[in-house]
């Protein structure tokens, strides 16, 4: 069976230091992959997918960036973390078919202070 | 932006009664779906509504489209303590490689 790993789980950083999110896919190859952003009390922000090693495609222009070193690992980055950082970052993956769904990471609160 | 919206934002029902949940898009869709997020978790889905498909059932799940609307419902019926969660739909555009998901309905259940 298919899962899917996020870590860490909670995360506390200081402004301006760098960030390194990392998701991996067991059990499937060639996955899409997503990362997505959840402010406090509101919906899901899709930031970056992708559908194949090396190829990103970003949703938003922000301090983020994502990359795909291995089939199934995603990571997501930043240089200079920003207060505006701050919030839920979930990982997803789906078999990028059509009419399946997405399946999701248990996510990463992150708190930049 | 694609995302859509939930309403309400908040429904709080007590056991037993039904639950209804509205969902407007803004794009053309391959299909909608809709998932569930318990506090602080990932989400978890539920159910996949094709856009040629008006009507469909999971369990204590109805899930209506309107696709002339750009609209669907989310209904659960006899609800119970534990279906206490956040609900979200999701779009998958013709695209197919991206889902775009609406703010939420955040539903409480009362014992």
């Known amino acids: 069976s298919q899962t899917i790993h996020q870590w860490p789980a909670t995360l506390v950083q200081p402004v301006g230091s760098p960030l390194s999110l990392e998701c991996t896919v067991e059990g499937t190859s060639n996955p899409n992959l997503y990362w997505y952003r959840q402010a406090a009390g509101r919906g899901l922000q899709l930031l970056f997918y992708?559908?194949?090693?090396?190829?990103i495609s970003s949703e938003v222009p922000q301090n983020l960036s994502a990359s795909r070193p291995q089939d199934r690992q995603f990571i997501l980055s930043s240089k200079k973390l920003l207060l505006s950082d701050s919030g839920f970052y979930l990982c997803?993956?789906?078999?990028?078919?059509?009419?399946?769904?997405?399946?999701f990471g248990q996510g990463t609160r992150l708190t930049v202070v | 932006s694609q995302q859509g919206e939930e309403d309400p934002q908040a429904l709080s029902i007590q056991e037993g009664e039904n639950a209804t949940m509205n969902c407007s898009y803004k794009?053309?869709?391959?299909?909608l779906q809709w998932y569930r997020q318990n506090s602080g978790r990932g989400l978890v889905h539920l159910i996949l509504i094709r856009s040629n498909e008006r009507e469909k059932h999971s369990g204590r799940l109805r899930v209506t489209l309107d696709t002339s609307k750009k609209s669907s419902s989310l209904l659960i019926t006899a609800s119970r303590a534990a279906d206490t969660a956040s609900y979200f739909c999701a779009t998958d555009p013709y695209t197919g490689n991206q889902f775009y998901f609406g703010t939420g309905t955040s539903l409480t259940v009362i014992p």
């Open positions: 794009t053309s869709i391959n299909n």
């Open positions: 997803a993956w789906s078999t990028g078919t059509g009419n399946t769904e997405a399946f």
């Open positions: 992708s559908v194949g090693i090396g190829q």
